[in-house]
């Protein structure tokens, strides 16, 4: 089931997004060589739970997981992209890291994941990120009334053709609001004009993901940490975007990043 919401729960949804947004660009702050990843992890439930929100990772235990999850972040490295499990790892100059953060406050949620590369930046690490970046603002424009979900999806592999990279179906975006996934599933590759029709009150977290010469991933004896299969480097980034009458407004949107809607 679909359900379209208010601009009032849109707003409460922003509230959730502007408190995503705050921890992530915090711990893009911290990630620097020599940081352990379970130091990230602790620095985020103090974050959480001086904010009084809720983790949506916590107790997580969906079919493709071993379940629970007891960790309130996903912090992926490198060839890991999704759902990575933070352990004893420090982090190691040219470290590709992933941070991917879902919270409720009062009852309303928002999520978003962002890629930084730790220290010294190798040029094809850059180009993953940015690609992911470009697919990302490429399907918020999308997410405009009387478009088609499959626009979205559209949008997202076109960014990713133009780059060479190929993209997996298995796990794309998704509905947001009361839950951190509802309908519909968003893929990161389809066709325009496809597909269920984009109306205001619709809230989706969009969120393309690439590595760099596969489609075809592999989990973790962990049970959630998902790479690529052939071992190459990864990137992730997400919003959290309501279609409004105006057009698409990001409700998790950096201080760091461009201004606008």
């Known amino acids: 089931m679909i359900e379209l919401k208010t601009p009032a729960e849109i707003e409460r949804m922003h509230v959730a997004g502007r408190f995503v947004a705050e921890v992530l660009s915090e711990v893009g702050r911290l990630a620097e060589v020599g940081v352990n990843l379970l130091d990230l992890e602790h620095h985020v439930r103090g974050m959480i739970t001086r904010r009084g929100a809720q983790s949506c990772y916590w107790d997580y235990a969906p079919s493709f997981g071993r379940g629970p999850f007891r960790n309130v972040i996903c912090l992926s490295v490198n060839d890991a992209v999704l759902h990575g499990l933070p352990h004893d790892y420090t982090l190691r100059d040219g470290d590709v890291l992933t941070a991917d953060l879902a919270v409720g406050i009062d009852g309303w949620v928002a999520d978003s994941a962002r890629t930084v590369v730790v220290g010294t930046a190798a040029e094809e690490d850059l180009r993953i990120v940015r690609a992911t970046e470009e697919a990302l603002a490429a399907a918020i424009e999308a997410a405009r009334p009387g ?18 990279y190929p993209v997996n179906t298995e796990f794309g975006g998704h509905g947001i609001g009361r839950t951190m996934h509802e309908d519909p599933h968003v893929p990161n590759k389809g066709h325009a004009g496809r597909g269920l029709t984009l109306r205001p009150g619709l809230t989706l977290a969009l969120e393309p993901w690439f590595a760099r010469t596969t489609d075809r991933i592999v989990h973790d004896a962990d049970g959630w940490t998902i790479r690529s299969a052939d071992g190459s480097r990864t990137a992730h980034s997400e919003h959290t975007v309501a279609i409004t009458e105006d057009g698409p407004l990001v409700l998790t949107r950096r201080a760091e990043e461009s201004a606008g809607r």
Do not use: C, F
């Open 147 to 164: 478009n088609r979900l499959g626009d979205i999806s559209a949008a997202i592999w076109s960014v990713a053709r133009a780059h060479g």
